[in-house]
């Protein structure tokens, strides 16, 4: 149970319709079509559709209690079926109980944003203090103002620490999640060029990204990219804590380096591995490792925490390809950042005598488009021996490395399917392949047309 149709009365004084204060809700639900037994069904109105036109799919399947704008007309069939709590805007009435169920359950509250790296730090949070508390965590991309409330009210009630994944596109969108989590810690993992396009600068950025101290108790932590150039003046703040490579941080990391599939760090004296590659990724679980300090966690739980993450699937995804070859499937999304940690992470492999990086457009970079390709095209060069793009903003990669004199066999490709019959050509033994773009690339066709076929899926064929 979550809480009961007198929680519900509290938060929602105008209600009718079949009401029981002891009415039990075991989940909240804003989909129709999902089965839920004693549930809350919140209709959310958008712009192309209103979920009070599937009031009667919600209670078959199993909604007991809804929230109802008061604009609409109840249906009066329903009246002796399910209870009816009036409210002005479901939308802004779900975030209300969200809060309110927040400061009933009282949890630790991390929250967790930056350009790049939230869901990889988020789970790296979870998969160290779930050792030690009991544990709840975004699922997904529900991260904006309808994901972060639902994701606040699936939390079971003997919750112990909620793991807020809080992303955005405008500026004033991270305030709103922050007041209304109200963090116990909150982490900026990095501030990168993701939504340049609608916040004008990576200072525009960073100033959105600094909103999630709006919602911060005033005796929290807030957690910092303490080598980013433009965070440098909060580390000056009281409660927090610069993390990175850099002498001057509170939290000093060193000698990371990539072997077996898993990035080796210093977190001060101390060792530890985690199962990603990329110096990036160091810093990402150092986050995780302070807060689990911060929380009495032990260096075997964090240690068996991170050897436990679970990732999320084309983020830097391992694979068998044709051939005997090595794909590295890292197509889950791509800004500016992410593309040149992929890069430099491929750079930085053992044991490959042919690195073919295939990479598609950046998307949501507005003006700045043109110009951060063309900064992409000057990081390829030696050991990557072969470049391959498509899309229209990707071009200027191409043309940037061929421009900068690089010895890569680099090609620019209009058609998919010459794309996909040129990365195939190469595969062989000693090859490994990255594949980087945005969501939108659907580069994931390119990565099936080039693995190996599992041999449960060739008896299947």
């Not at 036109?53 to 704008?69: K, P």
């Not at 591995?273 to 032990?298: C, E, M, R």
């Not at 470049?387 to 990707?394: E, I, M, Q, R, V």
Request: with cysteine; glycine share 6%.
């Amino acid at each position: 149970m979550l809480f009961t149709g007198e929680f519900l009365q509290q938060n929602f004084s105008k209600s009718e319709g079949k009401l029981k204060s002891n009415m039990e809700i075991r989940q909240v639900m804003t989909d129709s079509r999902q089965f839920s037994a004693n549930s809350l069904f919140i209709p959310i109105v958008g712009e192309r559709f209103d979920g009070h036109q599937f009031l009667a799919q919600a209670i078959e399947n199993g909604a007991v209690a809804v929230l109802w704008d008061e604009k609409h007309k109840i249906p009066e069939a329903y009246l002796e079926k399910v209870s009816f709590f009036i409210v002005e805007d479901t939308l802004k009435a779900m975030k209300h109980l969200a809060h309110a169920y927040r400061q009933l359950v009282s949890p630790i509250v991390i929250g967790i944003t930056g350009s790049n790296g939230k869901t990889t730090t988020k789970d790296l949070v979870y998969a160290t203090l779930h050792q030690a508390y009991r544990s709840h965590k975004t699922e997904g991309n529900f991260n904006n103002e309808i994901g972060l409330p639902l994701t606040i009210l699936s939390m079971p009630r003997d919750t112990e620490v909620l793991i807020l994944e809080m992303g955005m596109n405008h500026f004033h969108e991270i305030e709103r999640l922050s007041k209304l989590s109200q963090p116990d810690y909150a982490i900026i993992t990095n501030i990168g060029e993701s939504h340049i396009e609608y916040l004008g600068s990576r200072e525009g950025i960073a100033k959105a990204k600094l909103e999630i101290k709006t919602g911060l108790k005033e005796s929290g932590n807030l957690l910092i990219d303490g080598d980013e150039s433009l965070l440098q003046k909060e580390k000056n703040e009281e409660n927090t804590v610069g993390i990175g490579f850099l002498d001057d941080n509170d939290v000093v990391l060193s000698n990371a380096n990539l072997k077996d599939r898993a990035t080796h760090f210093q977190y001060g004296a101390t060792a530890f591995q985690v199962p990603l590659l990329g110096k990036h990724h160091a810093k990402n679980a150092a986050f995780a490792i302070w807060l689990a300090y911060k929380l009495s966690v032990t260096d075997e739980q964090i240690q068996q925490g991170l050897q436990e993450l679970a990732y999320t699937s084309m983020r830097f995804e391992w694979l068998e390809g044709k051939h005997q070859s090595t794909l590295i499937n890292d197509a889950y999304n791509a800004s500016y950042t992410s593309m040149k940690a992929a890069i430099d992470v491929l750079k930085d492999l053992k044991g490959f005598s042919k690195k073919v990086v295939v990479l598609g457009d950046i998307l949501e970079l507005g003006e700045f488009e043109e110009q951060m390709h063309k900064q992409i095209g000057t990081l390829i060069h030696s050991p990557i021996t072969h470049l391959f793009t498509t899309g229209d903003a990707a071009s200027a990669i191409t043309k940037s490395t061929k421009a900068n004199g690089e010895e890569v066999k680099s090609k620019h490709f209009t058609e998919r399917l010459a794309l996909s019959e040129a990365i195939e050509r190469e595969l062989e033994p000693g090859t490994i392949v990255l594949f980087k773009a945005s969501r939108g690339m659907h580069f994931e066709q390119f990565v099936e047309a080039c693995r190996e076929m599992p041999e449960q899926e060739k008896e299947e064929h």
